[in-house]
């Protein structure tokens, strides 16, 4: 797409160079504008700076900058996985976030949403001409993306207030913000697409009105990038995050726009990372959307049994569910009315039987879940995606929704265990072979 005069003249006003007119970018940053990854992995490996600064490009001038500018999603996976630094503000020359936005195009809209997902996760910030940008390209990145910036700079201009640590106190755990790296916060793309599978991804940290749910946005960003990595086509995958997971954006979704758009063919995977509920009276099972609220379960939050009655329903090939909640109401991602008891939900109970639904749980009904701050996830998510990744694989290279229950479980028991607790994963619904993946 070409930029349009006006843009070029605002972009003049901002202090960037001119679009055009500029000398030839060097081997590494053209390799990377070009996505020519073989090229780019020769010539860092011969030696190359992979953060260099190209005199020969007006702006945009990493590799990094010149592959989010023309739209190069799997360069910038590539460079953010080896060692590839997001640069920060003040820009002089662009940004990273700005680099991928200003040459987007409605065709680049899936690549571009990918982009700017990747340099979020990886620590890049927003800035005012980004901000300025923004609303000059709204049509071409797409409103999730626009709202996904809108969100990240909320949170970078106005961050929560740091609270003083009494003397002799021990600090808080890491927040999902500051929490560290993990080894799962990224995955390397290797499968072809996957056109007819679609996925709803949902992931709640801080609440409207009940305590937060510790790496749940964390989490649900890590299952988007592994399912975008074996072939989830982005434009099939909706992501429901923070204050976006309301009651009525989940009923919105399940209820309307997946009957819409599944196919007979569609492997559809659904992931919830927040809190569950019980209800005392009944002992049926909710999850709890940003809007929740406890004391009125019925009419905020949303029934388990309803959720999977929908989704066997669904005329595709196969239902994919994954849940890091409790419902146990005594803590972990879970939440209770005050004054309520904690009680034993058995949440097998609302699944139904149906050859294409599995369930794959992250505790039983009595149980609480766990996080590992040392990776910033919830315990159950962290090994879901270890083995997604490869390490559920069987002799064949398959990793299926048997195999990787079976390789979540123990770990996720023996874990528990050092923290002196019990979580059992739980597994309900069809055991079927076909592979999530193949290595």
């Not at 023309?70 to 662009?94: I, M, T, W």
């Not at 939900?345 to 701050?373: F, K, R, Y």
């Not at 479980?409 to 979580?423: I, L, T, W, Y």
């Amino acid at each position: 797409m070409k930029t349009a005069p006006k843009i070029v003249a605002l972009l003049s006003t901002l202090g960037f160079a001119a679009l055009s007119g500029c000398a030839s970018p060097g081997p590494l940053v053209s390799a990377a504008g070009e996505g020519n990854i073989a090229q780019v992995t020769k010539l860092i490996d011969q030696g190359a700076d992979i953060n260099m600064h190209d005199a020969g490009v007006s702006w945009c001038d990493t590799p990094l900058e010149f592959a989010a500018k023309h739209s190069q999603d799997k360069v910038v996976e590539y460079l953010l996985n080896h060692g590839a630094v997001v640069r920060q503000p003040p820009f002089v020359k662009g940004g990273p976030l700005t680099c991928a936005i200003v040459v987007s195009s409605y065709w680049t809209r899936p690549r571009t949403a990918k982009i700017i997902r990747l340099l979020l996760d990886a620590g890049a910030k927003t800035d005012p001409t980004l901000m300025r940008l923004l609303p000059y390209f709204h049509k071409d990145v797409g409103d999730d993306v626009v709202a996904l910036i809108e969100r990240a700079n909320e949170a970078q201009t106005n961050p929560a207030p740091v609270s003083a640590v009494a003397p002799g106190a021990t600090a808080a755990a890491p927040t999902p913000a500051t929490a560290p790296i993990s080894d799962v916060d990224r995955a390397a793309e290797h499968a072809a697409e996957r056109p007819d599978d679609f996925a709803l991804v949902i992931g709640i940290e801080d609440y409207e009105s009940v305590p937060k749910a510790d790496y749940g946005v964390r989490d649900a960003r890590a299952v988007r990038r592994h399912l975008e990595a074996l072939g989830w086509p982005a434009r099939n995958i909706v992501s429901l995050e923070g204050q976006a997971a309301t009651g009525n954006k989940l009923k919105s979704y399940l209820q309307e726009w997946l009957p819409l758009n599944v196919k007979p063919d569609t492997t559809l995977f659904v992931y919830y990372s927040g809190h569950g509920a019980p209800d005392p009276k009944s002992g049926d099972a909710y999850l709890v959307p940003w809007d929740g609220d406890p004391k009125f379960l019925k009419s905020t939050a949303y029934p388990l049994k309803q959720l999977y009655a929908e989704l066997a329903a669904l005329k595709v090939k196969r239902v994919i569910v994954a849940l890091d909640a409790c419902f146990s109401g005594a803590g972990g991602r879970s939440v209770l009315a005050k004054g309520a008891r904690p009680l034993v939900v058995q949440v097998a109970d609302g699944v139904p039987a149906s050859e294409n639904l599995t369930v794959l749980a992250a505790a039983s009904g009595d149980e609480i879940t766990g996080t590992l701050d040392e990776q910033g996830h919830g315990m159950f998510t962290y090994y879901l995606l270890k083995g997604l990744s490869g390490a559920a694989k069987d002799a064949s290279g398959a990793v299926t929704p048997k195999g990787l229950y079976d390789y979540v479980k123990p770990r996720v028991e023996d874990e528990s265990r050092r923290q002196n607790r019990a979580q059992t994963p739980t597994f309900n619904g069809s055991a079927s072979d076909a592979p999530l993946a193949r290595y």
